[in-house]
Each structure stands twice: as structure tokens, then as C-alpha cells.
């Protein structure tokens, strides 16, 4: 790309940008140090479960405006048109299934990582087979992430990509690995505020000089590119509305419902109360969010396709007032080696001799790539922990006789975070540069999602709501998901050059993969866990927790009055009342009837439920 026409970064964009820098870095070492640090996995992890409903809420964002949302979702309304606002009709689902379905679960739970329910529903090896995933599927989420700033200073400097890579990489290292929970949350807070600030800022500097909120919307509908209802014939069609708001919703799910790093977040609240107006509160900030990111698209199609913008009309006392028209110097389609560049190349051609501007918006991009990457890594190492190294140590104690010592050694533990934290994040400097080759952002991040966290969300959804799923039907069912995602995403790459040509299920939308792979896996598990409790009868009589239950599947709770006569009330296992305040697990039988049994609680306190599972 010829950088002729554009403006260099000056020395109060690198002073910005620094400051925002060692901000960033200077959290990680408060926290990695103030009051003696973080010396337990709970306040590495969890933060202590100590932290309220709004920094949650921010987080849980900020962790997800990534450059993919930044920069992605310009470029693909300034390539595409405005189809990609079908999106936001999405958000309306993703929120609302989060906080009646996963929440309650999970946080009931009082679990430290989403793949802790796998092994309590069904067995160690779906849990590891799902915690291998995430793993899997978050580096390169995080590589890819990494890489989005790289690209955006490329495209107005001659700074070298890979140290831009670099840099990011250390930087988000240094305080995720010092820091843990607490210094990822309280920088995600501050850098939620940065990018919040800075898009707005963009939005109305931009379409001033675009020409007006007005002439931007009339101009992009004129060119028929605010068609949000487009409803095509078959799934091949690169994105619709039916693809953009039920498959962008089921793609969404791998992401903020059961990967690690929201639940990572969710956990952390004070309360369950706390976690359900976190994830509420982010539906009106990620709409807006998401909007306005896709308002920036429309804004710079209109200024480098819109010709001629009105000027002030002129008045004189000969003639009536005539509106003129200027066309702006340099308001030519810009030759860009990719689309995701064209953002940051609108704002340094036509606002970068605003000292600090450009500095401002670099520090915005980096605040979503922090943001980002520290909550992957952070959670890598939360599941790496918990569901890899914890369970192969009690394997490997149950193998031998003659160690009697505790499979726990918090002090170790918290070391071994710290180290994984260390080795995660240069294994996402290494994969960064790997990214340049997989495409556009928004492409890459939902055929990663859509390819390997459908079967994943499939294993959850099986757990929650088919009580006579188990875990030999379940992983016929993931494997057979996660190779017949794989099998497409790969071949779609493969074939990209030559697509038409190529198989049909080459040719499914990215959109769709998440939702085909989520139906393929669920197709084969039913039947599978069916065809297993034949076989085996003892599989019948298998108890289960309630808590495993989405609420409402939940049995109901009959209580009785003191001379145990009368029934008084009924009412669900949900929420702070379901958690098992005594340590006991509450059981029962898999049974289809199962939803309409109730559990009869004798007395003040009722009898413990794990006492009766052998009577219902």
C-alpha cells in the first residue's frame, strides 16, 4: 500500500500511545504486587469471586471488542454493504439464553472452569476432550487478535508487523502473568472507557467530514447497501439475514456462553445476582457497540464513494441562496493490501495532523487486543490447570499405591499459573503471525467458533437438557461434530480459489458452521446414548445431580408443614437456593419422567436430598 497520502505517527501520537502502554503494564505489577500479591488459584482465577456486577459487565465486553469488532466490522460494512447490522438481532437471543440457561449452572456450580460440568454430567474425558478444544480453538483466537494492531499501524507506518506483534505479546504477558484475574478485570475496565470514547469520537469527526449523518445514511441507502432483509435460497450465500441473527447467535455461544473466558468472568461476580445484570447490562452496551462499529463502515463508503459533499450555501442580494459543492482533496478509494486496514487508513489520511489523534486510536486498537488476549490467556491457564494438569495428577495418584500425597499444593499451583500464563502468551506471539494468511478477520474468528465450539456447545446443551444423554453417546456425538467442522472449515480454505467448483458443504457459509456442526452433533448423541442404555442397564439406573439441569427441567420441591400433612408450597432448585450449602450432591434418577417428580422436604429444613435419591 502507498503510504504517500497518509500522515506518519508524530511524537505526541507515540506519547499517547506509551502512556496507554504503561498504564496497562502498570496494573499488572499493582496487582501483582499490592497486598502480597496474588498467592492463591482463587485470586489468580477467580479474582476471589469478590468482584460487582458492572466491572463484570465491562470486562465481559471489553474481553470481546477486539479488533475483529473494531476494525472487522468496518471493513465488512465497506466491502459488503450494511447486511452485517442483521447482527445485532443476534444479541436479542445470545443474552437472554445466557442468563436462564448457562448462568444458573454454572454459577450454582460454584465451579472454577465451564468443563468442570462435563466431567460432573458425563465423564474426565469429555471434559478433557472440551477443555483440549477450547485450547485449541482460543490460540488461534487470541493469535488472531494479536495480530489485528500489527496490521493497522502497518498501515500508516513503517513500523515492522512483527515488533508491533512483539510488543503487544510482552506487554499483555507482563500483566496477565503478574497480575492474574484481578489485573486483567480492572485494565479491561479502563480500556473498555478508551475504546468506548475513541469510537464515538471517530463516529462524529467522521461523519462531519463524511457530510453529515443525514448524507451518509441517504448516500449508502441510495446504493441499496442498508438491505438488511436479504432471505437467499440455500446456506451458501456468504451471509443473510436468516445466517447473521440464528447462525450469528449459535456461533456467539462458544464464545460467551460456555468458553472460559466468560464463565471465567461470570464466576468471579459476588453473587449469582451479580452475574446474570452483568451479562443483562452487556446486551444494550454490545448493541451499540456493534452498531457503531458498523455506522464507521457506512461513514467511510460514504466518503470515498459519495463524490461531492454540500458546502455552505452562498447568499448574495442578486440571486437566491445557492447551495455549492466541494470534493475533497484525496477522497479517492484507497488501494489497500486488505480491507481491514481501511479504518485506520480513513483516520490517518484525514485526521492524522491532529496531534495525539492517531496515537489515541492506535492506544484504542491495542486496548481491544489487550483486552483480548489477556482474557484468552488467563483462561487457558485457568483450564490448562484445572482440567489437564489436576486431573492427570489424580490419575497418576490412583495408579499408585504407595503415593498417599494431596493431589493440591496451592502455593505450587499458583506458581504453575503463573508459568502457564508465561507460556501461553508466547505461544500467541507465535501463532500472530501465522494469522496473515487465514483471511479477513471476521471470517477467521467465526469459522474458528462455528468449526470446533458447536460440537462443544452441543455437549453442554445435551448435559442441560437431556437427562438421558451420557457420556458414551455424548462423545460419539462431539467427535463425529468437531471432524465433520473440521472436514468443512479445512476444505473451504483449501478450495477458496476454486469454491465453485469444489464439494456443496465447502461452499456453507462460515455462518452456518456453528449451527450445522451444533445439529450434527446432537443428531448422533441422542440416538447413541439411547443404543448405549440398552446395552447396559446400569446406565438406567444412573443418578444425576439436579444442579446439571437447566432450572426449569429441574424437579420440583414439595415442603411440608410441621405435622407433615399439608403440602404448603412448590418451588424450583434455581439459583443461590440450589447451591448445596453442606457439600452434598443432590441426585436423581435419569429417567425421562424425571422433570415431573417432586421431592418431598419433611420438617423446618427438610430432609437432605442425597438421603432420598435411592427413593425417587
Not at 472487522?72 to 459488503?80: D, S
Amino acid at each position: 500500500m502507498d503510504n504517500s497520502d497518509v500522515y506518519p505517527l508524530g511524537t505526541w501520537d507515540y506519547i499517547v500511545f506509551s502512556v496507554f502502554l504503561a498504564v496497562s503494564a502498570g496494573t499488572g505489577l499493582y496487582h501483582g504486587f499490592a497486598k502480597g500479591g496474588q498467592q492463591t488459584t482463587q485470586s489468580f482465577l477467580l479474582a476471589d469471586r469478590s468482584v460487582f456486577s458492572l466491572p463484570v459487565a465491562m470486562t465481559l465486553l471489553a474481553s470481546f471488542i477486539s479488533p475483529i469488532t473494531l476494525l472487522g466490522i468496518p471493513a465488512e460494512i465497506y466491502t459488503y454493504g450494511g447486511l452485517y447490522l442483521d447482527f445485532l438481532f443476534s444479541q436479542c437471543l445470545l443474552y437472554p439464553s445466557i442468563v436462564f440457561i448457562f448462568v444458573p449452572v454454572f454459577y450454582g456450580l460454584k465451579i472454577t472452569s465451564a468443563y468442570e460440568y462435563l466431567d460432573q454430567r458425563f465423564d474426565v474425558v469429555i471434559r478433557i476432550i472440551g477443555a483440549s478444544i477450547f485450547i485449541f480453538q482460543t490460540s488461534f483466537y487470541i493469535a488472531i487478535v494479536a495480530y489485528s494492531p500489527a496490521l493497522a499501524i502497518e498501515a500508516v507506518t513503517n513500523f515492522d508487523l512483527w515488533k508491533t506483534i512483539l510488543i503487544t505479546g510482552l506487554v499483555c504477558t507482563l500483566y496477565t502473568t503478574l497480575g492474574g484475574m484481578k489485573a486483567v478485570i480492572w485494565t479491561d475496565v479502563i480500556m473498555f472507557c478508551v475504546m468506548f470514547a475513541t469510537t464515538l469520537m471517530v463516529i462524529i469527526m467522521g461523519t462531519i467530514k463524511a457530510g453529515g449523518f443525514a448524507y451518509v445514511w441517504e448516500f449508502n441507502h441510495k446504493e441499496d447497501r442498508l438491505d438488511i432483509f436479504y432471505f437467499p435460497k440455500d446456506l451458501t450465500a456468504r451471509m443473510s439475514f436468516p445466517s447473521l441473527v440464528i447462525g450469528g447467535w449459535l456461533n456467539s455461544l462458544p464464545l460467551w456462553a460456555v468458553g472460559q473466558t466468560a464463565v471465567q468472568r461470570i464466576l468471579s461476580a459476588r453473587s449469582m445476582t451479580d452475574a446474570k445484570v452483568s451479562i443483562w447490562l452487556n446486551l444494550p452496551f454490545s448493541v451499540l457497540i456493534t452498531f457503531l462499529a458498523a455506522f464507521e463502515g457506512l461513514v467511510i463508503y460514504a466518503f470515498y464513494y459519495g463524490g461531492p459533499i454540500p458546502s455552505v450555501p452562498i447568499v448574495n442580494s442578486t440571486v437566491e441562496p445557492v447551495t455549492s459543492f466541494i470534493l475533497e482533496e484525496g477522497r479517492s478509494p484507497p488501494n489497500l493490501t486488505s480491507s481491514d486496514q481501511i479504518l485506520i487508513y480513513f483516520i490517518s489520511q484525514q485526521f492524522g495532523n491532529i496531534p495525539g489523534y492517531q496515537g489515541l486510536f492506535i492506544a484504542c486498537i491495542f486496548a481491544g487486543t489487550l483486552s483480548t488476549v489477556s482474557s484468552g490467556i488467563n483462561a487457558l491457564t485457568a483450564v490448562m490447570l484445572v482440567d489437564i494438569i489436576k486431573p492427570f495428577r489424580q490419575w497418576r495418584q490412583q495408579k499408585s499405591t504407595h503415593n498417599n500425597t494431596s493431589t493440591n499444593n496451592e502455593s505450587k499451583d499458583t506458581l504453575l499459573t503463573k508459568c502457564l500464563s508465561l507460556f501461553f502468551g508466547v505461544v500467541a506471539i507465535g501463532l500472530a503471525f501465522l494469522a496473515s494468511k487465514m483471511g479477513t478477520l471476521i471470517s477467521m474468528a467465526n469459522s474458528i467458533f462455528g468449526a470446533l465450539g458447536g460440537p462443544l456447545v452441543a455437549a453442554f446443551l445435551l448435559g442441560m437438557f437431556w437427562p438421558r444423554a451420557n457420556a458414551r453417546g455424548t462423545l460419539v456425538g462431539v467427535i463425529c461434530g468437531s471432524v465433520l467442522g473440521l472436514w468443512i472449515s479445512i476444505g473451504a480454505i483449501v478450495n477458496k480459489d476454486n469454491i465453485e467448483d469444489s464439494l456443496g458443504l465447502y461452499k456453507l457459509s462460515f455462518m452456518w458452521y456453528a449451527t450445522f456442526t451444533i445439529m450434527a452433533t446432537i443428531v448422533v448423541a441422542i440416538p447413541c446414548s439411547e443404543i448405549y442404555r440398552i446395552f447396559h442397564p446400569e446406565e438406567q439406573e444412573r443418578t444425576i445431580d439436579p444442579l446439571l439441569l437447566a432450572t426449569f427441567l429441574r424437579p420440583k420441591i414439595v415442603r411440608k408443614d410441621h405435622n407433615g400433612m399439608n403440602m404448603t408450597r412448590f418451588e424450583q432448585l434455581d439459583d443461590e437456593s440450589a447451591v448445596d450449602k453442606g457439600g452434598e450432591s443432590h441426585h436423581l434418577a435419569t429417567d425421562s419422567s424425571i422433570s415431573n417428580e417432586a421431592i418431598e422436604l419433611e420438617g423446618d429444613e427438610g430432609m437432605n436430598l442425597n438421603q432420598r435419591k435411592k427413593g425417587i
